[in-house]
């Protein structure tokens, strides 16, 4: 059974939220030593994607901020964020994922402080943090937890702090129902599943995914008394151009000018293959 929440703008399922994300664990406890293997693109396409999500979020950060990465996993922003200066803290529900975290940061002198813990119950004070980053990791959020994740985000916020998130958009996923870039980790658009595929075990796994549209952000910021700043539409003509087409320099070079233009602008920043975000909290 589904029913329609009009005031929040997503569909509550009758999965119960804890047998969710025991499934989300239990997966990246499997693919914690592999995972790294499994992100990098295969392509130009995938590159100008990974590209765009990094400097996004990496450019926003200033060294001395106080930085919580909720889903941070492996470190993947949690690392570069620690190299520019940020006082890191991490959050992740699979600790074999944060041991590979550790290790990272160990490798380059670099302390973070990194807790297993659940996005819906953060284990950190009130107003703790300038900055909370999100990942790639609000996907695998029930949606019976998503008022409760975003709500948490704003009581460790400091007043005047901000979000930043990048998630999968689902009105994107209207037009389009495959996973343009992805090799081994596949969305299943109409089963809200994430798939692995071709795992070091030789079995596949699969989680739960749900894509937001920029409409369900607007939303869920609002009912928390945040305010979405800046919404960018990540590849949203890269998406549309097969690889061999963006192998040509000049080519790729107009398409990434033209992008950085474009992806904040209405309506083409609703249409990007995932939606970046920054959203922030009353000062007073």
């Given at each position: 059974m589904t029913t329609y929440d009009q005031r929040a703008g997503?569909?509550?399922?009758?999965?119960?939220?804890?047998?969710?994300?025991?499934?989300v664990k239990s997966v990246y406890q499997q693919v914690a030593n592999e995972y790294d293997e499994r992100i990098p693109g295969l392509g130009p396409s995938d590159d100008m994607f990974t590209q765009s999500e990094r400097d996004f979020l990496i450019e926003a950060i200033r060294s001395g901020e106080k930085v919580l990465d909720i889903g941070c996993g492996t470190g993947r922003f949690t690392v570069p964020?620690?190299?520019?200066?940020?006082?890191?803290?991490?959050?992740?529900?699979?600790?074999?994922?944060?041991?590979?975290?550790?290790?990272?940061?160990?490798?380059?002198?670099?302390?973070?402080?990194?807790?297993?813990g659940d996005m819906a119950r953060l284990p950190f004070p009130d107003a703790s943090f300038d900055t909370v980053t999100s990942m790639l990791a609000l996907m695998h959020v029930p949606l019976e937890?998503?008022?409760?994740?975003?709500g948490e985000v704003a009581r460790v916020l400091r007043p005047g702090g901000r979000m930043l998130l990048g998630v999968k958009n689902s009105v994107f996923e209207e037009m389009f129902t495959g996973d343009r870039f992805?090799?081994?980790?596949?969305?299943?658009?109409?089963g809200k599943q994430l798939l692995f595929t071709q795992t070091r075990s030789g079995e596949e796994y699969v989680a739960p995914w749900y894509s937001f549209s920029p409409r369900d952000l607007t939303t869920l910021f609002a009912t928390v008394g945040m305010t979405v700043t800046r919404l960018r539409g990540n590849s949203p003509l890269a998406v549309w151009l097969a690889d061999e087409v963006l192998r040509d320099e000049s080519v790729r070079a107009f398409v990434s000018k033209t992008e950085r233009f474009?992806?904040?602008?209405?309506?083409?920043?609703?249409?990007?293959?995932?939606?970046?975000?920054e959203a922030t909290k009353p000062r007073a």
């Amino acid at each position: 059974m589904t029913t329609y929440d009009q005031r929040a703008g997503f569909i509550h399922t009758d999965h119960h939220p804890e047998e969710e994300k025991a499934t989300v664990k239990s997966v990246y406890q499997q693919v914690a030593n592999e995972y790294d293997e499994r992100i990098p693109g295969l392509g130009p396409s995938d590159d100008m994607f990974t590209q765009s999500e990094r400097d996004f979020l990496i450019e926003a950060i200033r060294s001395g901020e106080k930085v919580l990465d909720i889903g941070c996993g492996t470190g993947r922003f949690t690392v570069p964020m620690a190299e520019k200066g940020a006082e890191v803290s991490g959050l992740d529900i699979s600790r074999p994922m944060l041991d590979v975290a550790s290790r990272k940061l160990a490798e380059r002198g670099l302390t973070a402080d990194l807790r297993e813990g659940d996005m819906a119950r953060l284990p950190f004070p009130d107003a703790s943090f300038d900055t909370v980053t999100s990942m790639l990791a609000l996907m695998h959020v029930p949606l019976e937890d998503r008022q409760a994740v975003f709500g948490e985000v704003a009581r460790v916020l400091r007043p005047g702090g901000r979000m930043l998130l990048g998630v999968k958009n689902s009105v994107f996923e209207e037009m389009f129902t495959g996973d343009r870039f992805a090799s081994v980790d596949v969305t299943d658009v109409a089963g809200k599943q994430l798939l692995f595929t071709q795992t070091r075990s030789g079995e596949e796994y699969v989680a739960p995914w749900y894509s937001f549209s920029p409409r369900d952000l607007t939303t869920l910021f609002a009912t928390v008394g945040m305010t979405v700043t800046r919404l960018r539409g990540n590849s949203p003509l890269a998406v549309w151009l097969a690889d061999e087409v963006l192998r040509d320099e000049s080519v790729r070079a107009f398409v990434s000018k033209t992008e950085r233009f474009l992806a904040e602008v209405p309506p083409f920043n609703h249409f990007g293959y995932h939606l970046l975000a920054e959203a922030t909290k009353p000062r007073a």
